[in-house]
C-alpha cells in the first residue's frame, strides 16, 4: 500500500503505470498512478468531509428549533424549556464536532498535498536528469 505517503511508494506506482502502458501500447499517465497511490487516503478524508458537512445540516435544525420555542415562550412549560436546553446541548455539540473535523480535514489535506507535490517534482526531476545524462534536451 502507499501508507507512508512517501515519494518512493509514489515511485513504485509509476513504475508499475510504466510497465502496464508497455504492455497496452500507450503513454504511461501520471494521474493514474498518483490515483493508484493515494486513493486510500482521499477516500479516508472524503468520509471526514462527509461527517464535516452532515453536522452543517443538522446546524440549522437545531437553530431553528431554538427560535421556534423563543417565538412561542411560555412560561409555566418547563418541558420545552428542558427541550430547548437539549436543542441548545446538540447545537454546541455539532459547532464542536464541525469545527474539530474541519480542522483535521484541513491539516491532512494540506499535508498530502505538500507530499504529492515534492513526489511529482522529485519524478520531473529525475525525468530531465535521466534526458540530460542521455543527451536528450527539450527545446
Same mark, same amino acid.
Given at each position: 500500500g502507499c501508507s507512508s505517503l512517501c515519494s518512493a511508494s509514489h515511485h513504485?506506482? *509509476?513504475? @508499475?503505470? +510504466?510497465? @502496464? !502502458?508497455?504492455? /497496452? !501500447? @500507450?503513454?504511461?499517465? #501520471?494521474?493514474? /498512478?498518483? +490515483?493508484?497511490?493515494? *486513493?486510500? &487516503?482521499? &477516500?479516508s478524508l472524503g468520509l471526514l468531509t462527509f461527517l464535516e458537512e452532515g453536522t452543517k445540516v443538522v446546524l440549522p435544525i437545531f437553530l431553528g428549533k431554538i427560535i421556534s420555542y423563543v417565538e412561542n415562550y411560555d412560561p409555566a412549560n418547563s418541558a !420545552? #424549556?428542558?427541550? !430547548?436546553?437539549?436543542? $441548545? $446541548?446538540? #447545537?454546541? $455539540?455539532?459547532v464542536l464536532v464541525w469545527a474539530v473535523l474541519h480542522h483535521v480535514y484541513f491539516y491532512h489535506i494540506q499535508r498530502v498535498g505538500m507530499r504529492l507535490r515534492v513526489a511529482v517534482c522529485h519524478m520531473i526531476y529525475r525525468k530531465v536528469s535521466?534526458? @540530460?545524462?542521455?543527451? +536528450?534536451y527539450l527545446p
Open positions: 513504485r506506482y *509509476w513504475d @508499475r503505470e +510504466v510497465l @502496464r !502502458a508497455k504492455k /497496452a !501500447a @500507450r503513454e504511461p499517465s #501520471l494521474t493514474k /498512478a498518483i +490515483v493508484k497511490c493515494y *486513493w486510500k &487516503f482521499y &477516500f !420545552a #424549556l428542558h427541550e !430547548a436546553y437539549g436543542y $441548545a $446541548a446538540g #447545537l454546541s $455539540a455539532c535521466v534526458m @540530460r545524462y542521455h543527451g +536528450v
